[in-house]
């Protein structure tokens, strides 16, 4: 079975930058589209920057020109990279990963990084 185990969250100060990371290991399987996705307490799950397997990339409107998503096919890893961060961007970050097992097509979801914006 697919695992994704994320790293890299952490306490910032506003305009600092902070790099997350998701690997995923299991056993045999291919992998098509990679995003991140980010909770703030009372709100409801969003999309934060999506990675298709040719390297398009997409992204929320208040992240633009901020964060970046990248992948490396060989490590399995998507990575967000987020610069001049603001107190609104704390939230806990997730990872989700279309996993190709077989014929079956499914999406898997990190833990959950917790990423803190404060002075």
């Known amino acids: 079975q697919v695992q994704l185990v994320e790293s890299g969250g952490g306490l910032v100060q506003p305009g600092g930058s902070l790099r997350l990371s998701c690997a995923a290991s299991?056993?045999?399987?291919?992998?098509?589209?990679m995003g991140w996705y980010r909770q703030a307490p009372g709100k409801q799950r969003e999309l934060v920057a999506s990675?298709?397997?040719?390297?398009?990339?997409n992204y929320e409107d208040s992240v633009k020109g901020r964060f970046t998503i990248s992948r490396d096919n060989a490590k399995k890893t998507v990575y967000l990279q987020m610069n001049t961060l603001k107190p609104e961007d704390t939230a806990v970050y997730y990872c989700?990963?279309?996993?190709?097992?077989?014929?079956?097509?499914?999406?898997?979801w990190g833990r959950g990084s917790q990423v803190t914006v404060s002075s």
């Open positions: 990675i298709t397997s040719r390297g398009d990339t």
């Open positions: 299991g056993s045999t399987f291919r992998i098509n589209d």
């Open positions: 989700n990963v279309e996993v190709i097992e077989g014929l079956r097509v499914g999406f898997r």
